[in-house]
């Protein structure tokens, strides 16, 4: 089993809708959790970090369900501009400081 | 203003070629990271320096090597390139060894012929 997955998409979604990706983790003890956004041939770029209650901004809202090792995010009213890779990040246990990245899950908004 | 830059942007080469990326970061940060992009879009840690110590070094072909000559800058070579190396090597960087946030280099884009 993979230590972080994503469904790859692509989630094809009209300007406006409501999407929300989930990812899985397998390590339980997992300790901070991130989603990044890469857009076609450009770097990652961090959207937000997910805490254990939840946290919001703006559009954009991420879960944390440690008893079942996933992690969600929510896009509201959806932007052609949302339009992008969507990457999962876990940081790993332990003393080796790894952030593990999931494969992405990609984003097309349609006019 | 650029925060994270890497030179080349683009490297073209015939196997068997040795070839060097530069990464520099002006943001003060400690900590700097090699990842390779492949085709499927996976991004893999490669090594990570902290303060111009390696402190990660991933399951990665000696043919690699890097190095950070100080904080600000870190350098992959790699020696006797192959097919399979083509990919987009990211270079990034953050705060410290425990910085969740990490900025990363627009990538290098490695094509092996």
């Known amino acids: 089993r993979k230590e972080v997955e994503q469904d790859p998409g692509p989630f094809n979604v009209p300007e406006g809708a409501t999407v929300a990706f989930n990812c899985t983790y397998s390590n339980s003890a997992s300790q901070s959790f991130f989603w990044y956004r890469q857009d076609c041939r450009k770097e990652p770029k961090l959207l937000m970090s997910v805490y254990s209650s939840g946290n919001e901004d703006g559009r954009f809202t991420a879960q944390l369900n440690r008893a079942s090792q996933y992690i969600s995010l929510l896009i509201r009213d959806s932007k052609l501009s949302d339009s992008a890779t969507y990457l999962c990040v876990v940081k790993s246990a332990g003393n080796n400081r790894k952030l593990i990245w999931g494969l992405g899950t990609s984003l097309a908004v349609n006019p | 203003d650029t925060a994270v830059s890497q030179t080349p942007k683009y490297l073209v080469t015939q196997m068997g070629n040795d070839k060097s990326i530069k990464c520099e970061q002006n943001l003060g940060h400690d900590t700097m990271y090699w990842y390779k992009q492949d085709s499927k879009k996976f991004l893999k840690i490669m090594f990570s320096?902290?303060?111009?110590?390696?402190?990660i070094n991933e399951t990665v072909p000696n043919r690699f090597s890097p190095k950070s000559p100080d904080k600000a800058h870190l350098n992959l070579h790699i020696n006797s390139l192959e097919l399979g190396d083509s990919a987009v090597y990211f270079c990034?960087?953050?705060?410290?060894?425990?910085?969740?946030?990490?900025?990363f280099g627009p990538g290098t884009r490695l094509t092996v012929l």
């Open positions: 320096y902290n303060n111009k110590e390696l402190i």
């Open positions: 990034a960087s953050s705060q410290d060894s425990a910085g969740y946030e990490q900025f």
